[in-house]
């Protein structure tokens, strides 16, 4: 006798936090849906309990994904266009934290997936059981109107209810923007036309620093170190008579990511998740390094993040593409990160730049030290002591691990810092080396970190153009500032417009836009 009221009530408690789960509403009771839920529960039986268990469980597993996906990169989660991410999310712990690592988070996952079914199932079960007498099912059927008119009357919120439709209306517009992506990409005013780029006489290197955002111009625990670190490249650049102009970009993403700003930047259409970044690939679309191929530039990527098959890689334009092991690194790898960013520069000079009967070249490069664990933090060596990468070892293996490191979030804060400086310093000095005869060196972030690492939700990153006073000059109608630091009320620019105001800025004939 004890044990009959208990039961549903504990059963209403676990429905009740199921129906709280962030993030519709943080911990707190649903007035609206727990009525309406134990109401239909007890109409419809069985039937209600399948439709409903399902329901309740795929909407948990949606919040839960959404929490993650805020917390790695700032937005919700996407079902029809982020599901690659998930085993992209293993490769990254594997990385970081060891293939055991990554199994025992799948483990994890699929455990806590199974009882929540499980638990779900057996409290719509309590409900869906009990004897109701048929006056009973009357007043159901009235708690089932009120609470459906409620809303409408402005006197409570379906909150669950709305977030579902909103992931719904999220999924119809994903398509939507997937045809308009695709009708974009075929109305390219460049494609066949000729004397593109023609004002460039020189290397054109485009080099991604990872986790570069505008938090290290506006937070102030990342300024003090950054702002002051580009404050002496600054000066160091102009010593070597070399000019530079610098913005803000707005990036397609935060936390991670970085091909979607390379696809961005390259293709001139906003790609902001994998959806788009296939349909940009499949659909043909000159990337800025197929128009640089077309003009005689020799193109490349150097990729050392990548260390697995990059089969489409190959519609993007590159006459070379130099993954991790390509890169001639011999040494030992920092956790996730393959090699630091000194190696990685090295290697392109080595590699790319080095046959004085060669084309221009024309090469994207995405530097991986700042990419999170964050440690170890590699400190510079001298340019001409780099050999084959062992030189590195001793940094590679000191420090703390990941599994140290990230068991504080200010320790963490301090490790990002410390790694978005050395990238900093790395490709800041390796453009002073390069001195007013080197390349045209565009320079920027690709995203921000994410919001709790960066302390800052926002998307933008910084651009720096670095070259000879006369290229560089070409850029000035961008709205950018002269210096390493632009003016902290500028305005940023979507990352997309960048390939066709390269394409008309270096074009004779054509002003920059």
């Known amino acids: ?183 974009a990409a075929a109305e390219d005013p ?12 020189r290397d054109v290197l485009v080099i991604f620093v990872e986790s570069y955002g505008r938090a290290s111009f506006d937070v102030e625990f990342l300024a003090e170190r950054h702002l002051d670190t580009l404050q002496r490249a600054q000066a160091r650049l102009a010593g070597a008579g070399l000019s530079v102009r610098s913005g803000f970009l707005s990036a397609p993403t935060q ?38 191929r077309k003009a005689g530039f020799e193109t490349a990527a150097v990729m050392p993040a990548i260390t697995m098959p990059w089969p489409e890689a190959q519609r993007m334009g590159f006459d070379h593409i130099l993954p991790a092991r390509d890169l001639g690194y011999r040494g030992k790898p920092f956790n996730w990160v393959t090699m630091p960013d000194q190696f990685t520069l090295t290697a392109t000079d080595r590699l790319l730049r080095q046959d004085p009967d060669r084309a221009h070249l024309f090469a994207q490069i995405a530097l991986v030290s700042s990419h999170a664990p964050w440690t170890p933090v590699p400190h510079l060596l001298d340019w001409d002591a780099i050999g084959d990468g062992s030189e590195f070892n001793d940094m590679a293996i000191s420090g703390d691990s990941p599994r140290d490191v990230w068991r504080d979030r200010d320790r963490v804060r301090r490790h990002y810092r410390d790694s978005v400086d050395y990238a900093l310093r790395t490709a800041l000095e390796y453009a002073e080396r390069q001195g007013p ?65 390269i394409l008309t800025g270096f074009t004779s004939g054509a002003a920059p836009s």
Request: charged share 15%.
């Open 190 to 201: 460049y494609a066949g036309q000729a004397g593109l780029l023609d004002q460039i006489d």
């Open 255 to 292: 936390g991670g990511q970085s091909w979607l700003s390379h696809a961005s930047f390259a293709n001139g259409l906003w790609v902001s998740d994998q959806t788009r970044y296939r349909a940009v690939l499949a659909s043909g679309r000159q990337s800025i390094f197929h128009l640089a």
């Open 437 to 501: 005869d080197g390349p045209l060196i565009f320079l920027l972030g690709d995203h921000q970190a994410a919001p709790g690492i960066a302390m800052d939700d926002g998307r933008d990153v910084a651009l720096h153009v670095i070259g000879p006073e006369d290229l560089v000059a070409r850029t000035a109608g961008w709205g950018f500032t002269l210096g390493l630091i632009p003016p902290d009320e500028s305005e940023a620019m979507p990352m997309d417009r960048m390939r066709d105001l």
């Open 1 to 183: 006798m004890t044990r009959a009221p208990f039961r549903p009530a504990l059963a209403a408690a676990v429905l009740c936090g199921v129906l709280a789960l962030p993030p519709t509403r943080g911990i707190g009771i649903p007035v609206i849906e727990l009525p309406l839920l134990l109401a239909l529960l007890g109409l419809f039986g069985g039937v209600g309990r399948v439709v409903l268990t399902v329901a309740l469980w795929l909407l948990s597993v949606q919040k839960m994904a959404d929490l993650a996906m805020h917390q790695a990169l700032g937005r919700s989660f996407n079902t029809v266009a982020d599901m690659p991410l998930i085993p992209a999310s293993m490769n990254l712990i594997a990385g970081s934290f060891g293939q055991l690592a990554a199994v025992g988070a799948a483990l994890v996952a699929t455990v806590a997936g199974c009882c929540l079914l499980w638990l779900i199932w057996w409290a719509t079960g309590v409900w869906a059981t009990q004897k109701w007498q048929p006056h009973r099912r009357l007043t159901m059927l009235a708690v089932c109107a009120v609470v459906l008119i409620l809303p409408l009357a402005g006197q409570g919120a379906a909150e669950n209810g709305r977030y579902a439709l909103s992931r719904v209306q999220l999924a119809r517009q994903t398509v939507a923007d997937l045809r308009n992506l695709r009708r």
